[in-house]
């Protein structure tokens, strides 16, 4: 009959290793977490703890040891001490050895995330090597220079190791940011499509939430996709789908979009935003106010024909002979005019034209006197063109405008902008297209180029009926596009200051609309309890609106007002950040580096635009350490 006994297996079981076996036998234990006796006169170790296995060992290899060193005597416990001694300095410095292995790993990530935040090639990562050895070179002096200096050099930093690196640093970011987006309870997303410096068309998501951990709004990029064939509302479509799966977002969870209102986004029946809604009928969308502020300045056949002229005198006077342009720079700083050159009016930047008109008024006269002394037939068409009173009448009134529109233009950029802080700029100038409307008739308090000009022709009476019908046409654009917008006034007006709301049932109503998860009746109800909380009132006076919603209002007291006020501010306003990104992508792909991988290209605009900053301690643990070869 077989036996059912278990084999025994001595290795599993708890034995203590003795201290006494140090002096009797020259062994210690190595380490606690993985115990094996060493022999500190050979260094090898025996399988287990046993009295039987170290004994053998010390007897069968070092018999000679024990006639030198005779048990009980003097001169053996100093040399054990001695060699434990040895054997502590050496296990310390090994320790020492891989700390700065670790502290050169972090130090080559920390080198590749600010190449990355400025934007710069892996490349220069041996650039910052060769200037930190410099530097050590010139501040130290002896062993403390050589020192410094040879750890410089253990640091990893070839232009390889920098990829590497970013790679690493962009995928730690990244993590982070879906660990936020995982806690969301609505996201939002900007879209836009721009092409880099090699015509490849890159698709630009970013999202934004709000982050309850922080109490705060984060804005990121979601994520950038090459698109190398066409760019058609089905492929946006599919890029953007594949992008909200590899990051585990459920589309219901995205409450706005919002895009520059190309037909590949916006088309009825193709383009991108349609087809987000068949998934997610409650999707709010619209098209981004900045670029909407810009389409409602259409020009015109009149205007747009001078201003085309002007560009084309700049051209000519600037990019038609650099021998002209050279001339040109020498004249204007001879003459001591206010600009000493032109600028180049560029469609694609949103405050170019503003900027060129009026640079070019400011040197109009002494641009006529360079004209006047060119002799071909171009400059004397220009200068023809210079001289004619109701043309030149037409660029200090584009001047003007132009310069009322840049500065509304400049308040609806920048990040963090919460969507009523545009549409409450949107609809002051509203109100102030109808003063300028006005002032046309008037005093020209608001057209001081226009003002200058008619005063010295004497034409300041033909001016309201010369420009009028333009401002009532730039006052009709501005009505017909933003008139209808999704979101209603009173809930903007709501987010903005709830005390100001005085028609509660429309505000519930608007509400209502916008999100048809909100009660109405619940609505109107906590608005009230919340205008009738004094204290809520007088902090409001101290605060921001964000602050306002997010770290004073209790949840559990105003649970449905406060979600529509998250709601509401999770949304974006414009595609800034998208146009913003897409100029950090021109920096980063510029025509010295048009070689960098897609792969590359989105990492390092991540590290660019990202508000997280990595954790190199963490990532510094995760991978194997290694000094500069």
């Known amino acids: 009959?077989?036996?059912?006994?278990?084999?025994?297996?001595?290795?599993?079981?708890?034995?203590?290793?003795?201290?006494?076996?140090?002096?009797?036998?020259?062994?210690?234990?190595?380490?606690?977490?993985?115990?094996?006796?060493?022999?500190?006169?050979?260094?090898?170790?025996?399988?287990?703890?046993?009295?039987?296995?170290?004994?053998?060992?010390?007897?069968?290899?070092h018999k000679s040891f024990e006639q030198n060193y005779p048990q009980n005597s003097e001169i053996r416990k100093k040399k054990i001490a001695s060699l434990t001694a040895s054997y502590q300095a050496s296990t310390k410095r090994l320790v020492s050895s891989m700390s700065q292995q670790e502290k050169t790993t972090e130090s080559s990530l920390r080198v590749a995330w600010i190449l990355g935040r400025h934007k710069k090639p892996f490349s220069d990562a041996e650039i910052v090597k060769e200037c930190m050895v410099e530097v050590v070179d010139a501040m130290f002096e002896g062993k403390q220079k050589e020192e410094f200096q040879g750890k410089i050099k253990q640091i990893p930093l070839s232009d390889s190791t920098a990829a590497r690196r970013t790679e690493i640093i962009s995928e730690d970011l990244l993590s982070q940011l879906e660990v936020k987006m995982k806690k969301a309870d609505c996201i939002s997303l900007a879209v836009d499509e721009s092409c880099d410096a090699t015509d490849n068309a890159q698709l630009m998501v970013f999202v934004r939430f709000y982050d309850d951990t922080q109490k705060d709004f984060c804005e990121d990029l979601l994520g950038m996709t090459a698109l190398h064939a066409h760019t058609k509302g089905e492929d946006l479509y599919g890029a953007i789908t594949e992008m909200l799966k590899k990051r585990d977002i459920n589309l219901n969870s995205v409450i706005s979009v919002v895009t520059d209102g190309a037909p590949a986004m916006v088309g009825k029946e193709k383009g991108l935003v349609p087809r987000l809604k068949v998934l997610n009928p409650s999707l709010i969308s619209y098209h981004c106010i900045i670029h909407q502020s810009i389409l409602c300045a259409n020009l015109g056949e009149k205007y747009a024909n001078v201003m085309e002229n002007v560009m084309k005198l700049i051209n000519f006077l600037r990019a038609s002979s650099a021998l002209q342009h050279r001339l040109l720079k020498e004249f204007l700083t001879d003459v001591n005019a206010a600009f000493s050159d032109l600028l180049v009016h560029n469609n694609v930047r949103w405050l170019s034209k503003g900027r060129v008109l009026e640079r070019f008024w400011s040197i109009r006269k002494e641009l006529e006197k360079f004209l006047a002394e060119q002799k071909t037939e171009k400059a004397k068409a220009f200068l023809t063109f210079m001289s004619n009173k109701d043309k030149i009448e037409i660029v200090a009134f584009l001047a003007d405008i132009t310069s009322h529109l840049n500065a509304l233009n400049i308040k609806l950029q920048g990040k963090n902008q919460t969507i009523f802080d545009l549409v409450e700029a949107v609809r002051a100038f509203q109100k102030k297209l109808e003063v300028f409307q006005s002032d046309l008739k008037e005093n020209l308090l608001h057209f001081p180029k226009l003002d200058e000009y008619s005063r010295q022709e004497n034409t300041k009476e033909s001016v309201f009926s010369n420009h009028g019908d333009f401002m009532q046409g730039l006052i009709d654009n501005f009505k017909s596009r933003f008139q209808d917008f999704t979101i209603g006034q009173e809930v903007l007006l709501c987010i903005k200051n709830p005390y100001l709301v005085k028609n509660i049932g429309r505000f519930a109503t608007e509400a209502h609309h916008a999100f048809t998860w909100a009660n109405s009746a619940t609505l109107q109800m906590e608005l009230i309890d919340l205008q009738e909380d004094a204290v809520l009132k007088v902090q409001l006076n101290d605060c921001d609106p964000v602050f306002f919603w997010t770290k004073l209002v209790i949840p559990a007291k105003y649970p449905l007002i406060q979600k529509i006020a998250i709601h509401v501010l999770t949304m974006f306003g414009s595609t800034y950040t998208c146009e913003s990104a897409f100029s950090t992508m021109n920096l980063v792909k510029n025509r010295y580096r048009t070689q960098i991988t897609d792969e590359h290209l989105h990492q390092c605009v991540r590290m660019a635009v990202t508000p997280f900053v990595p954790n190199f301690k963490g990532l510094v643990k995760e991978k194997k350490c290694q000094f500069s070869h």
């Open 1 to 61: 009959m077989a036996s059912t006994s278990k084999k025994r297996k001595v290795d599993s079981e708890n034995r203590d290793f003795k201290d006494e076996w140090t002096e009797k036998y020259c062994f210690i234990l190595m380490n606690v977490a993985n115990p094996k006796p060493m022999c500190l006169i050979c260094n090898e170790t025996v399988a287990l703890i046993k009295s039987s296995n170290v004994k053998r060992h010390y007897e069968t290899k």
